[in-house]
Every structure is written in structure tokens, then in C-alpha cells.
């Protein structure tokens, strides 16, 4: 099983990004798939979850500016940001886990992707 991102790059304050994932292997199990992100001297954090039935969460800091979806049938995940702060700026990573609940905290995580950059300026 093998997750990898797509997208990011840089934008100015105000502008919108998008990050998207792709799933590889066997997938059947899948119960959550989420986006987390780092910042440089910081601990990854929880940005947006969302389960097989579609049902999403966010993070407070990105409701309403961000919306994550998904297509089950490609295995795909897609992050859109919208209104970006500087404070948004860090590394996006894309993870899938198999337990029924969509848990904030990433050791409940089983596969995570590389990650792909996300640098928003004053």
C-alpha cells in the first residue's frame, strides 16, 4: 500500500491551493483518509478527515477555507485551500487508516505519503 501527493507549490496570502493523493494497492479496509500537515519546528497536526461515507471533519484553524473530498472509486483524495494564511505554510501529507473512527492523532495513521509543500507569503 502506497499513498502519494500531488500539488501544493507557493501562493501569496488570500490565494488557493490544491493538494491531492493517490492510492495504491489493496485498499479494501479503508476506513478514513486524511490531511495533515507540518511546519518546520512544529508537530504534524490534523487539517481535515473524512471517512467512507463521506462524512468530513476540519481542524478549526481551516473550517470554511478548506474542503476535502475524495473518490473511493480511484482511490483519490483532494485537499482545496482557499483563502490561505501564512500560517498555513508547511508540509502536506496525505495518510489512510482502517479504523472506523477518523482519529486526529497521526499514530492511529497506518500509511502516510511524503508529503508535498505548501508555502504561503505575507
Known amino acids: 500500500v502506497q499513498v502519494v501527493e500531488s500539488g501544493g507549490g507557493a501562493v501569496q496570502a488570500g490565494g488557493s491551493l490544491s493538494v491531492s493523493c493517490a492510492a495504491y494497492g489493496e485498499t479494501v479496509g479503508w476506513r478514513c483518509m486524511g490531511w495533515f500537515r507540518q511546519a518546520p519546528g512544529k508537530e504534524r497536526e490534523g487539517v481535515a478527515l473524512?471517512?467512507?461515507?463521506?462524512?468530513?471533519v476540519y481542524a478549526d484553524s481551516v473550517r470554511v477555507r478548506f474542503t476535502i473530498s475524495q473518490d473511493r472509486s480511484m482511490n483519490t483524495l483532494r485537499l482545496d485551500m482557499n483563502k490561505l494564511k501564512p500560517e498555513d505554510t508547511g508540509v502536506y501529507y496525505c495518510?489512510?487508516?482502517?479504523?472506523?473512527?477518523?482519529?486526529?492523532?497521526?499514530?492511529?495513521?497506518?500509511?502516510w505519503g511524503r508529503g508535498t509543500q505548501v508555502t504561503v507569503s505575507a
Open positions: 495518510a489512510v487508516s482502517p479504523h472506523g473512527t477518523c482519529y486526529w492523532e497521526t499514530n492511529r495513521w497506518d500509511v
Open positions: 473524512i471517512d467512507a461515507d463521506g462524512i468530513a
